[in-house]
């Protein structure tokens, strides 16, 4: 979680309407950022980047909110809104090209499958319907 990330989270978050969709937009962002990291043949140390990324949560939004209460939105129907959203799609792709938009729908299930690792139940719902109905579209928009 370096200066440069942190800046343009904050740059996104900014372009929310109002308090609740800046914040939401800002934990989907986020939440999209760490999932991303996890993805190299690097070891991680949990501890650390979980630490970074509590650091600036806690100084953006206040006391409450950690990475894994981020993650735990990001498994749930209230991300919908965000992510139907093609104002947070357009947002999201203008200020974190690192993360590409179609690379979502695969981060997302993998965190539905933390989540179904950690539950033990089997991701349903409108969260994990949008996420099968993007994997549907792949193969189209690639042709």
């Known amino acids: 979680m370096n200066k440069a990330i942190q800046d343009k989270l ?9 308090r609740a969709e800046s914040t939401d ?9 760490y999932l991303a990291a996890l993805m190299t043949d690097e070891t991680i140390d949990f501890r650390k980047v979980d630490r970074a990324f509590n ?45 590409p938009v179609a690379s979502i729908p695969f981060l997302l299930e993998l965190n539905l499958g933390v989540a179904k690792n950690l539950s033990g139940l089997a991701p349903a719902g ?3 319907d949008w996420i099968g109905r993007r994997k549907g579209e792949a193969p189209a928009a690639g042709a």
């Open 55 to 99: 650091r600036f949560i806690y100084h953006t939004l206040g006391r409450g909110h950690t990475i894994t209460s981020v993650l735990q939105y990001m498994s749930g129907a209230k991300v919908m809104p965000t992510v139907e959203s093609a104002r947070f799609m357009d947002a999201f792709q203008r200020h974190c090209p690192e993360v």
């Open 10 to 18: 904050l740059a996104l978050m900014r372009e929310g309407r109002d």
């Open 126 to 128: 409108p969260l994990a």
């Open 25 to 33: 937009w800002f934990r989907v962002a986020l939440g999209l950022f």
